[in-house]
């Protein structure tokens, strides 16, 4: 059984995957377990209610991207949906809408159980049964949750009596390191390993959802349930150095950005040539008038060159768990940066915008998964540590490398940027920070590279890498 590597953004994630792979999982089960636990300990960054993506390249298979994104809701719907704005400090100042009509149809788990149907070789019961294990008796809350509940997060979860109970005391965020418990995920998660995804989808737990947000004003049906189906994809492609690099397509924008910023800027070493080659990227990206939310990032590799990259997101968080389930549902109709203001819904059923772009990249026998959340900061992250890969850097210097981000400032352009980076010549104004910071994205890598299996987890966010074969996880 070839040794596997993970990397995640807390040590409860990677023991959890670890724990799969020493029994016996795969890299695709490792990856997937990883990205359940990182949904269900990171409330508010995400949620099991949330939709994302998953980049896998095995030897022996074609690359394939499966999108479990989250989709509009609506069939057979009529009322006006609970809709409550909410104006938070997070992320620079942000506008969304919350409350159950602001949840989209959830695409998480239909994605995990076709991605394990797929590459899978641990019963799927065992990958639900670790996840909730790792849940059932509580989980420290992070220093990364603390931050963005108290950045005006607070103001969405607090007027949910599970939710409130859960993360908080009083009116104020419980301390980083408290133990977090969500009474009934770790038996709905178990209920989904014993039944499969079909539970979620058209079982009792979807009429559970459902019936617990439609008495709050939610306009998800059980037709959107039923109907939902997680879709395999072909991945754009890009060469990059001796690189392909497989990321995801259309209809998410992520990957193609990534891929356009890439390909326009070659592997040269100017961090000029990289940074305008990210302003184009970005310029289109706010001509749609896009960004994105609150994300988790996993990586996984194994000796034998497989490589497994998943995003997921939330949103920002409905703030509504429906009885019974534990589960924290996502905003996406309230996404204001990816549905904006004025523009036409979308129709139920079709999939929201989402700028995730797991990636990994490969050459031969090498192959490196890469994820990041960071809001619009994903690209950014995920293309600087690609670009540095292609130029030969090592795992851990192509993440901890400085970044520059684009950015909207009174109408014009300016670029943030980390200390180390060289923008000579770039006649545009810049806002730099004192060191590197969280703002720049948390970007997770795992694989084979040079030879060796590696796994890196950006110290911007903190996180956690681990290998199977051993009892350690190693947290930044």
Aim: glycine share 16%.
């Amino acid at each position: 059984m070839p040794r596997i590597a993970v990397a995640g953004p807390s040590k409860v994630v990677t023991d959890a995957a670890v724990a799969i792979g020493n029994d016996g999982g795969s890299v695709v089960d490792v990856a997937l377990v990883a990205a359940l636990t990182a949904m269900c300990t990171e409330p508010g960054i995400c949620g099991p209610g949330g939709g994302g993506f998953i980049t896998v390249d095995v030897p022996g298979h074609d690359p394939v991207v499966v999108d479990g994104y989250m989709a509009f809701p609506g069939k057979g719907f009529s009322g006006r949906p609970n809709l409550r704005k909410v104006q938070m400090r997070y992320g620079g100042g942000v506008t969304t809408l919350v409350d159950a009509g602001s949840v989209a149809v959830p695409g998480a788990f239909a994605a995990l159980e076709m991605a394990w149907q797929m590459f899978g070789t641990a019963p799927w019961a065992d990958l639900m049964g670790v996840v909730a294990g790792a849940v059932e008796s509580g989980f420290p809350l992070s220093a990364a949750v603390h931050r963005y509940l108290s950045a005006g997060g607070a103001s969405i979860y607090r007027s949910d009596p599970a939710a409130r109970s859960a993360l908080f005391d009083g009116d104020r965020p419980k301390p980083s390191g408290s133990t977090i418990v969500f009474p009934g995920l770790a038996p709905a998660l178990r209920h989904v390993g014993e039944g499969g995804a079909d539970v979620f989808y058209r079982g009792d737990l979807a009429k559970s959802i459902v019936d617990g947000l439609e008495r709050r004003g939610g306009q998800l049906t059980l037709e959107d349930m039923a109907t939902y189906r997680a879709v395999a994809r072909r991945p754009k492609t890009v060469l990059l150095g001796r690189f392909r690099l497989s990321t995801t397509p259309e209809p998410a924008l992520g990957g193609i950005m990534v891929a356009g910023a890439l390909e326009a800027e070659g592997v040269s070493d100017d961090q000029v040539a990289l940074t305008n080659a990210l302003i184009g990227a970005f310029q289109r990206r706010w001509g749609a008038g896009l960004t994105s939310p609150s994300t988790v990032g996993v990586a996984a590799g194994d000796e034998e060159g497989g490589a497994v990259a998943a995003s997921f997101s939330a949103g920002y968080g409905s703030g509504v768990i429906p009885e019974g389930t534990g589960m924290l549902m996502n905003n996406g109709v309230g996404e204001l940066e990816l549905v904006p203001p004025g523009s036409e819904a979308g129709s139920p059923g079709e999939r929201i915008v989402s700028n995730m772009a797991p990636t990994v990249a490969r050459h031969e026998g090498e192959a490196v998964a890469i994820a990041s959340p960071g809001a619009d900061r994903i690209t950014t992250a995920v293309a600087t540590t690609l670009a540095r890969l292609a130029r030969g850097d090592c795992l851990r210097d192509a993440i901890e490398h400085p970044r520059a981000h684009p950015e909207l400032a009174d109408g014009g352009v300016r670029v943030a940027t980390e200390p180390g980076v060289r923008l000579d010549g770039l006649d545009l104004a810049v806002r730099e920070f004192d060191g590197p910071h969280m703002f720049f994205g948390g970007v997770n890598g795992a694989g084979m590279l040079d030879g060796v299996l590696q796994a890196h987890a950006d110290r911007r966010r903190g996180g956690s890498v681990a290998f199977t074969g051993s009892s350690r996880s190693t947290h930044h």
